[in-house]
């Protein structure tokens, strides 16, 4: 399967700074990657598939002015949190779909911490 | 997507018994994909389902995609204490790449 990294493993911002995170696909190249978000004992949540070249698709409910995605190449997403706020304190997950096999892989997530 | 609804919950287990849960759909699914969590770390695939009424294993896991096309099960025979985690089904219809996921099923294993 597809082997993904993300970075950081973890952030601690202030209220109202900007926090960027970059998924990576190692060993694949990866047209479209997924961004989750998931709270405490809860299930993963979509926010929005990043496509490459192209823009983000946001689900409903997403600020897409809140949450900037970049997918510049085929194995770079970053996912940009703007004016952070407590509220958006979670894990944020990004996900490569590895071609015609529907599958998607996961990375290890990052821990958002804003003060 | 939708939630799918994932059962049990929770479950405590002692150590060597058998492991089962399962996951439903109102809709029919392509794809079934079985994942763990553990804490702090992002999901990790375990089996993929491609065909209605397929059998899969992967060492002591087992997961069948039903014949329904709206369910799936996922069995862990022979628990070991690494079992430990969370378990999310998660389902694609077809011509779409969003996964609906469970809410997941927290295994506990008892030595």
């Known amino acids: 399967g597809a082997v993904v990294s993300q970075h950081p493993s973890w952030v601690i911002c202030k209220s109202g700074t900007s926090v960027k995170i970059e998924c990576r696909s190692l060993d694949f190249q990866a047209t479209t990657m997924f961004w989750y978000r998931q709270f405490p004992k809860q299930s993963l949540m979509l926010m929005a598939t990043s496509n490459e070249g192209s823009k983000a698709t946001y689900e409903q409910g997403v600020e897409k002015d809140k949450f900037l995605i970049n997918h510049a190449s085929l194995t770079l997403s970053t996912l940009t949190v703007t004016s952070a706020h407590p509220e958006d304190s979670s894990f944020y997950i990004c996900?490569?779909?590895?071609?015609?096999?529907?599958?998607?892989?996961f990375g290890p997530g990052t821990r958002l911490t804003v003060t | 997507g939708q939630q799918l609804n994932q059962s049990p919950q929770s479950m405590f287990i002692q150590e060597g018994e058998d492991v089962s849960m399962n996951c439903t759909s109102s809709?029919?699914?392509?794809?079934w994909l079985w994942y763990k969590q553990d804490p702090g770390e992002g999901p990790v695939l375990l089996i993929a389902l491609y065909k209605a009424g397929e059998l899969t294993s992967n060492g002591r896991l087992t997961a069948q995609f039903g014949i329904t096309r709206k369910d799936s099960f996922l069995n862990i025979s022979a628990s070991i204490p690494s079992d430990v985690g969370i378990y999310f089904c998660?389902?694609?219809?077809?011509?779409?790449?969003?996964?609906?996921f469970g809410a997941g099923t927290t295994v506990t294993v008892r030595a």
């Open positions: 996900s490569v779909k590895a071609g015609v096999k529907r599958e998607q892989y």
């Open positions: 809709s029919i699914f392509n794809t």
């Open positions: 998660a389902g694609l219809p077809l011509n779409d790449y969003k996964l609906s």
